[in-house]
T-cell receptor, first 116, second 119 residues
């Protein structure tokens, strides 16, 4: 079964709305989670690394004030797209790994965000 | 910085036949992991196979096997006896082996290869 749960799976909202996406590790503690963005038929682009109890580390070119990340517990990270606009429409996907670094990352099922 | 290159945007194969997807990477590190992920139309990311850089033996998982050439920094995926369900986008990914620091677990992906399986 799924070890990383991402919610919601699909969001359609009006321009200017803020949207929160949740990523939960179900049966393990994840000190680090990752948020990716993916356009159709393209690769996953890492947006930021979410660190439990501290600030997220953003990749170059990603607006920190636009994409707010909170990792308040060892099992939950949230990505909030603030004042979303049509160009923010995309597929967002999170991943998390167990504390044993040799284990692979587990991915959530992704969130398809459509801004009208 | 590490880079991963998949030079085949699209590939096709007949059902029951064999296909090989290419991947090359660039790194200065000696300890790392390599992965192949499959992303079907549902867009779930499914781990297909992984290889530890320190292991000389090529990893295999049922019909999936890799050809890991560390000196050449090449990591190709061979799919034998292809099935219709293998149709998906395939991503090669790199992860450093160092457990420390905030980059722990960070994956670097290739551009992806869309695989079509013909009946």
């Amino acid at each position: 079964g799924a070890v990383v749960s991402q919610h919601p799976s699909r969001v359609i909202c009006k321009s200017g709305t803020s949207v929160k996406i949740e990523c939960r590790s179900l049966d393990f503690q994840a000190t680090t989670m990752f948020w990716y963005r993916q356009f159709p038929k393209q690769s996953l682009m890492l947006m930021a690394t979410s660190n439990e109890g501290s600030k997220a580390t953003y990749e170059q070119g990603v607006e920190k004030d636009k994409f707010l990340i909170n990792h308040a517990s060892l099992t939950l990270s949230t990505l909030t797209v603030t004042s979303a606009h049509p160009e923010d429409s995309s597929f967002y996907i999170c991943s998390a790994g167990r504390a044993t670094y040799s284990q692979p990352q587990h991915f959530g099922d992704g969130t398809r965000l459509s801004i009208l | 910085a590490q880079t991963v290159t998949q030079s085949q945007p699209e590939m096709s194969v007949q059902e029951a036949e064999t296909v090989t997807l290419s991947c090359t990477y660039d790194t200065s590190e000696s300890d790392y992991y390599l992965f192949w992920y499959k992303q079907p139309p549902s867009r779930q990311m499914i781990l297909v196979i992984r290889q530890e850089a320190y292991k000389q033996q090529n990893a295999t998982e049922n019909r999936f096997s890799v050809n890991f050439q560390k000196a050449a920094k090449s990591f190709s995926l061979k799919i034998s006896d292809s099935q219709l369900g293998d149709a998906a986008m395939y991503f090669c990914a790199y992860r450093r082996g160092d457990a420390g620091g905030t980059s722990y677990g960070k994956l670097t992906f290739g551009q992806g290869t869309i695989l079509t399986v013909h009946p």
